[in-house]
């Protein structure tokens, strides 16, 4: 489910704050071409290690959301 459940079912809400809330200079999460930042800076070596860093994000969060069917 979703934020709405909250108040409803909470046991099924998953929620993990982002790790960009209230960090001094972090700027908006979002914008209009999904771009953050100065992409002259990328390589390949930081592009493998920021999706490397979402997967692990993603599978710690079914697994939290969801340990009976992970086995964790």
Request: no cysteine; glycine share 12%; hydrophobic share 35%.
């Amino acid at each position: 489910t979703d934020y709405g459940e909250m108040l409803v079912q909470p046991d099924t809400v998953f929620y993990r704050r982002s790790i960009f809330a209230n960090r001094p200079g972090s700027g908006v999460d979002h914008s209009e071409t999904g771009i953050r930042g100065d992409p002259t800076l990328a390589t390949e070596e930081k592009g493998r290690a920021a999706l490397d860093a979402m997967a692990v994000d993603l599978i710690d969060g079914l697994r939290a959301l969801y340990p009976d069917a992970t086995g964790g």
